[in-house]
């Protein structure tokens, strides 16, 4: 079929923007749930998302209860949608949504456009390039970020540079020296500018272990280098520029969620998160558009991901039956139904879902999850107006999830809204820009 100008048409139940663990979860659970035409629209030339690229363990204990490596747990994700009867479109990229769910997206044959019910995007993260970091400096081969290491490395089998610098360490930092020393690359120091690493504490004997110095409150202030990267100049914990040489740099982490359509669309953005803002559904400010995986928030584990797809599968399907409480089309009339969540301390980095469909009856999402900014001790407190409604002491890591159970709303109205605010034990536990 054709629309007016000529531009071919294909209708389906709901379409998914992203093949990635979040994506395939989605894709297959909606059929699971009976929902017909089904489609995965995937840019890349094989779907799987940022696993097919991450050729080390551990992957899919939950999925599939044993322990697989990135490619390999994409390929059984993808199988696993196939089997089920999901119909994915490779080397297709969406560049455009409609708001009332046409997608135009750019084929090896040309441009045409796909006419859905229900829209999922699930285009998930990329990680901050060196050119977003302001570094100074020159401008030679060799640097890169973790994601562009490992496509080179897994997919392309190519080797960059010998000895790195790795700045950064998050998660993702930490799978750059499995990669660095599986290809038979010895990073030559890794840099943190905080006083701890952002990832769970025992990953800080990961590097000891294969000899790479770990940099505290320690930044790159430039790169040197003609053609080639021949040093980088830190600033280390004690203010001192100092020189170390090294053949490349790997830039890690410092997510974004990949939100440009949800812009193009028209979607709320939440300033804290850069994704779109959701309510407990995983539902957008157009409510037929739904999001999922790493674009809520940078960034969860593929376990996650592919969790919370799978959670969205069903509240599409759920949706497309009637059975998921209705919003008005209208934003205005929508949002007089749903309690915003606001953010009161600077140390709270991001809470998600942003909104609340209210009366909440327990459906959808259990939690509001919670990232801080830095470590600090306290007490979490959410608000309903000026009222107290639930509190946690906790000691707060940066980018730890924390939890927040949902079933406290229960019995709340529309009224009033929700802050979420932290009260420092004392003064010395959270200073902003530690
Ligand atoms: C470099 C890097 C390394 C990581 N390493 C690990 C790790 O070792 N272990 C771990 O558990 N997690 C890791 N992660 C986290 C990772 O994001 C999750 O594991 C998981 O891949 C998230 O799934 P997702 O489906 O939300 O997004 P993704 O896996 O990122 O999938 C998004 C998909 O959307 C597609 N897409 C985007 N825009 C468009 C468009 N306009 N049109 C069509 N398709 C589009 C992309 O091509 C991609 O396939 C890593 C992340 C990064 C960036």
């Known amino acids: 079929m054709s629309d007016k100008n000529s531009v071919p048409v294909v209708h389906c139940d709901v379409v998914i923007i992203g093949g990635g663990p979040s994506g395939l979860s989605a894709a297959t659970e909606l059929k699971k749930q009976g929902i017909a035409n089904v489609i995965i629209v995937e840019r890349e030339a094989d779907a799987g998302g940022i696993p097919r690229h991450c050729g080390h363990p551990p992957f899919g204990m939950r999925e599939f209860s044993r322990v697989m490596t990135g490619p390999g747990y994409a390929r059984a994700l993808v199988r696993r949608a196939e089997r089920c009867g999901v119909d994915i479109r490779l080397n297709t990229s969406v560049i455009n949504i409609d708001p009332d769910g046409k997608l135009q997206v750019s084929t090896p044959q040309g441009i045409s456009n796909i006419m859905a019910d229900r829209v999922i995007i699930a285009t998930g993260v990329r990680e901050k390039p060196r050119s977003a970091r302001l570094v100074s400096g020159t401008r030679p081969l060799a640097i890169t970020t973790v994601g562009a290491l490992q496509s080179m490395i897994y997919l392309k089998h190519l080797i960059p540079f010998r000895r790195p610098v790795i700045v950064g360490s998050e998660l993702v930092s930490f799978s750059a020296i499995w990669t660095c020393i599986g ?15 952002l990832t769970f504490w025992p990953s800080q004997w990961f590097p000891r272990l294969f000899r790479i110095p770990l940099f505290y409150q320690s930044s790159i202030v430039e790169i040197l280098g003609k053609d080639r990267v021949t040093g980088v100049v830190i600033s280390d914990q004690s203010g001192q520029l100092r020189n170390i040489k090294c053949d490349g740099v790997i830039f890690s982490g410092e997510f974004l969620p990949e939100s440009s359509l949800a812009n193009k669309a028209g979607l709320d953005i939440d300033p804290h998160t850069g994704g779109p803002v959701i309510d407990q559904f995983g539902r957008c400010s157009n409510p037929g558009i739904f999001a ?110 924390v939890l927040i159970p949902l079933h406290i709303l229960k019995n709340i109205s529309v009224k009033d809204q929700l802050h979420l605010d932290f009260q420092c034990a004392d003064s010395s536990s959270c200073h902003l820009g530690e």
């Open 183 to 197: 290809a038979g690359i010895k990073p030559v120091a890794m840099l943190e500018k905080t006083k701890s690493i």
């Open 292 to 401: 999922t995986g790493n674009l809520l928030r940078p960034v969860e584990t593929a376990g996650w991901c592919w969790r919370e797809g799978k959670n969205t599968g069903a509240w599409v399907a759920d949706d497309l039956k009637g059975k998921l409480p209705q919003v008005k089309n209208n934003l205005t009339q929508s949002l007089a139904q749903s309690l915003a969540i606001s953010l009161e301390s600077p140390l709270i980095k991001l809470a998600v879902p942003q909104r609340i469909q209210m009366p909440y009856d327990g459906t959808g999402m259990k939690h509001i999850q919670i990232r801080f900014l830095q470590s600090c001790k306290g007490q979490l407190i959410l608000l309903y107006g000026s009222r107290v409604i639930w509190r946690k002491s906790l000691n707060a890591k940066p980018e730890a999830r």
